[in-house]
Every structure is written in structure tokens, then in C-alpha cells.
């Protein structure tokens, strides 16, 4: 039996008109995370550990930002097709640990969904997949509500 840890991060820039998902929900905000995809910076840092875990490369080696087709793409998909990923290389998840970095919207309410959400796609019980949040406490680009930050580990099993 071998284990492997993955680290994952991932930021993205605050902006009004654009919709606001994190941990694949959909949350009511004034602004929304800009990027390729829909930018649910959750779900990206989950990729990437995974991935990394794996040493399969990141989550712009699979679904770069220069190729259309994942243009404004549900990160759920990149979630799913970063879990088969892992899965063809012979690894199951063991559990995530995950912190969102944010100044607002307050997300304690929306947590329960994100593990639901994301226990769903990776075949895990909501036990596994830990999901915390913080400030900055109005510090740098994220407490001036300029962009939000996630960080997950993971622990995969083969």
C-alpha cells in the first residue's frame, strides 16, 4: 500500500458581473471570481493536489486556459475529469483538508454544501473532505475584496 500527499493553491482576481462559485455552489455576491472557467478557486486547488499527489502535472497542463473548449467551463467537470485522472493511475482519495481565503461573503452557511458537492464527485463520505475558512483580517489584495485564495491537501491511497 503507498500513500502520496498533494498540496494545491490557487487565486483568483474579484470583479463585478460574473458569478460567484465556490466549492461547486453557487453563492450570492456582488462579485464574482474572474477566469478561464467559472473560477471556483476551491475546486482548482482540489485539482492541483490531486494531480500533484499523483505527479500528474497541474491543472494547466489539462485544461489550459488557451484552449476554448474549457472556456467558462463548470469546475465540477475539471474536478470529475482530474479524478479520473487519478483513478487510471491507480489512486483513491483518502481525505482533503482545504482553507478559502476570502474577506466576504461569510461562507460558514455554504461549507455543508461544498463538502456535498465535492464528496459526490469524488466518491467520498462528507467526513473526508474538510473545508475551512478565514480572513485577512482587511490585509493585502484579499481583505480589500480584490481576490480570494484556496489551499487544499490531499491524501491519495493506491
Not at 465556490?22 to 490531486?50: E, Q, R, T, Y
Not at 455543508?112 to 480572513?135: C, G, Y
Amino acid at each position: 500500500m503507498s500513500f502520496r500527499i498533494g498540496f494545491g493553491i490557487d487565486f483568483h482576481q474579484l470583479v463585478t458581473d460574473r458569478e460567484f462559485w465556490l466549492g461547486g455552489v453557487k453563492i450570492a455576491h456582488n462579485k464574482g471570481a474572474l477566469g478561464h472557467s467559472d473560477a471556483d478557486v476551491l475546486l482548482h486547488a482540489i485539482c492541483d493536489a490531486m494531480l500533484g499527489a499523483a505527479c500528474l502535472g497541474d491543472i494547466g497542463v489539462h485544461f489550459p486556459d488557451t484552449d476554448n473548449s474549457f472556456k467558462n467551463i463548470d469546475s465540477k467537470i475539471l474536478l470529475q475529469k482530474s479524478f479520473e485522472l487519478i483513478k487510471q493511475a491507480g489512486y483513491g482519495i483518502v481525505n482533503i483538508d482545504s482553507s478559502l481565503c476570502l474577506q466576504a461573503p461569510k461562507i460558514k452557511d455554504y461549507i455543508p454544501q461544498m463538502q456535498l458537492a465535492i464528496a459526490q464527485i469524488l466518491e467520498l463520505q462528507l467526513s473526508d473532505v474538510s473545508i475551512k475558512a478565514t480572513t485577512t483580517e482587511k490585509m493585502g489584495f484579499v481583505g480589500r475584496e480584490e481576490g480570494l485564495v484556496a489551499y487544499a491537501t490531499i491524501l491519495l491511497q493506491k
